[in-house]
């Protein structure tokens, strides 16, 4: 029956996350387990974003505000974007596939993204669905505007960035990202993923920040709560829209797309400084921390700007993640992501780094892997 599923449906594949803690556990008997799989918030989530949700609880026998007003309102006071360009979403995932619903519409139609870049940019292609074009990264693990802005064709209707960019960390410049903006086809609407904006804008001199270009009128910028405020399983994200396209989305999403605890834990924790600020401290603590682990196994490591790092090992890496697995440490293969030397690992804490550093070098220097 599954020859009922549409054509590009059934060339799609299911999402494969990171391991869940709980499986791993079952698996292989475990105590403790580490999970670095994600990009998840290792210091737990927002405190003020968890009193808020709590409080939300006991009205949940009403439907949420469909338009999340207190939260729009919280962002746009916060960020200083007009509340009309703010549209919410069940993460900010919704709103890549919500872009896709509102702005694709014929087989003709071209996306770019980077290579390797987010996966679910293609799965937006796939769903259309529509022709993708993959611009591979240049030698620094970076998007490659050039290639990108050369990919581009009148029949461009999105281009990705993800800045900094999943798997690699890296970030685009001012710059070149104006070199790029300027470049930009007028059939094309560039979707900034600052997913790790809150890293990036603290680590980064000259980090082109989506707000600054909304008035350019086809830029969009996507932002989250799952990293840095710790709140992944939340599922609450935003977008600075164009009004057009913001109007647009709103068209397209489903009425409640966003519960009434996400709500409220995200119009509450956008002001929690403390928890970002611990956030963000340790966080750059562990990236120079797994900088000097993956330095000691004699991997290359991408200059990241966000809560992970993307590790070149110079040889195949789904055996090291296999026999980091047996050890309880859950990390991210980067077959499964565009690079099967390398690995992916998001920064823990010290005592959880500690832990993986252990297990790295003892896994790396065991002979004959196979
Ligand atoms: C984590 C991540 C997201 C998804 O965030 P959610 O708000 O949890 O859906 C989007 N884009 C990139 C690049 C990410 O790494």
Known sequence: MSSLIRPNVQGMRAYSPGKPIDEVRREFGLDRIIKLASNENPWGPSPLGVAAAQDALASANFYPDGAAYELRKALSDHHGVPIEQIVAGDGSDELIQLLGLTLLGSPDDEVVMGDPSFVQYASVAALAPCKLIRAPLDSEARHDLDAMAAACTAKTKIVFIANPNNPTGTVVDRVS?????????????????????????AYCDDYPSSQDY????????????????GMAGMRVGYGFFPTWLADGVNRVRAPFNVNCMAQAAGAAAISDTAHLKKTIDGTREGLKKLNEIFSRVGAKVAPSFANFVWA??????????????????????????????????????????EMFEAALVEVMKAPAIR
């Open 177 to 201: 990202f104006e070199a790029f903006l300027s470049r930009l086809p007028e059939s094309a609407v560039l979707v900034l993923d600052e997913a790790y904006f809150e890293f990036a804008r």
């Open 312 to 353: 070149d090992l110079g040889q195949p890496a789904r055996p090291i993640f296999d026999a980091l697995l047996a050890k309880g440490i859950i990390v991210r293969p980067g077959d499964v992501l565009g690079n099967p030397n390398a690995l992916r690992v998001s920064v823990g804490t010290p005592d959880e780094l």
């Open 214 to 229: 909304l008035s350019h009128g086809r830029v969009v910028g996507l932002r989250t709560f799952s990293k840095a405020y």
